[in-house]
């Protein structure tokens, strides 16, 4: 137990929070940097997750007859102990995740951003009042809420892809319940116990943590009790709890695989393109669904953006994430670097050139060298495959026809990035391109504002914005008869 005559630290407190649920076992959460055990949190069984949406659908009525500026509140208290916690919280992301402590930090203020927009947003759920087709009647639109709410979250944000849903589902009047990543538990229950500090109900917010998340989705995709389903994860899992949603006719929301690309046309400025290349594809050591995953890149101007993005390559620092210094942490576990480095192996075979990088990095077996591939085509696996890891395929194309094609030869859809100064080639290949989210010259574009999300195999459903909330408001028509004077 902790000694509540000092401070606790935030790890401590999660500790605690975790043992507080009586579950009899735990499995160990570790630093892939270091491979330390950093904690034992409660492992969930299917019996438990079923206690626990029980309790959710119990919790939500009370929650939904409050008022939105009241359900506001509550979040902004919320956003405010997030903030207040920040370092802690980013400090803890590290040491599960990896990434750099600088992008740690801003990914909890990044969170945090959700909070707040869906707090000011939930007061903005408006109906209508349709023109009637009859003059005893009114027709009336209501927003309601959902219902119980589910969401299987990503090892790669594991702070930012819950608040991105639990916002918006509280704000709307929904309760929720949240399965995170295995590999990143700690980050999930830091933010239960900062909500639960806030005021918000217990059983309102509540996060399940499992080793087993094959047992643990089922519960949750099942269950008729859930009447929506969010998930951020693979294509293939995705397909997989679309289809176990559809048995109890379940909304989902799918923010999937990519396979983006990063399109240079001989107009760029290139070293800001390089500049943007390297945030893109190296963020979290290229473990995000929307870095960029295909360079492309105009023959007449390959050998001068590839040198230049060789150069700023080499001069990225690989370690620990806790250190100030790194720029690039390790892979999540040993299925990444398998994964990573057998699509680096396939490559080489298949004919690609190594312009820097390419072999293991040291620190440990979970690191691999950002690397520069030149001399790739289109049907090589790598090309074809979402990398999710720190290795930039260069691609070269003739014209502008042809970089479309080659963009859009992929199932995925989600994100999409060029770099021109031509403002008429901007809308051409903007409207041109088959993805949900383009960057025009930038290389990093998300924002609480803006919605999030992806075409094709990438996805259904958006996140953030606006119409991040109806995807956790359900329309009531009512029909008002009976008013002829």
Known sequence: MVDHNRRASLLERIIEHSAAAGMSQQFAVKNPATGKVIARVSDYSSEDVERVVSAAQMAMPDWQQRTAQQRADALMIWHDLILEEKSALAE?????????????????????????????????????????????????????????????????????????????????GCSIIVKPAEDTPLSALALELLAHQAGLPADLFRVVTSSDPVSTGSVLTGDPVIRKLSFTGSTETGKKIMRACAESVKKVSLELGGNAPFIVFESADLDAAADGAILSKFRNAGQTCVCANRILVQDSIKDAFVSRLVARTKK??????????TDIGPLINENAIRKVSGLLNDSIKAGASVATGGVPARGGDLF???????????????????????????????????????????????????????????????????FGMIGVNEGVISSEAAPFGGIKESGIGREGSRHGLDEYLELKYVAMGGLAG
């Open 92 to 172: 803890l992301l590290t040491a599960e995740q990896g990434k750099p402590i600088r992008e740690a930090e801003g990914e909890i203020g990044y969170a945090a951003s959700f909070v707040k927009w869906f707090a000011e947003e939930g007061k903005r759920a408006y109906g209508e009042i349709v023109p009637t087709n009859a003059p005893s009647r009114r027709l009336l639109v209501l927003k309601q809420p959902i219902g119980v709410v589910a969401a299987i979250t990503p090892w790669n944000f594991p702070s930012a892809m819950i608040t991105r849903k639990v916002a918006p589902a509280l704000a709307a």
């Open 316 to 325: 990225l620092n690989i370690g620990n994430g806790a250190e100030p210094s």
């Open 368 to 434: 691999l060298q950002p690397t520069i591939l030149t001399d790739v085509s289109p049907g090589m696996m790598i090309s074809q495959t979402e990398v999710f890891g720190p290795i930039a395929p260069v691609m070269t194309f003739q014209n502008e026809a042809d970089a479309i094609r080659l963009a859009n030869d992929t199932p995925y859809g989600l994100a999409a990035y060029m770099w021109t100064q031509e403002l008429g080639q901007t809308w051409r290949v903007s409207e041109a391109l088959e």
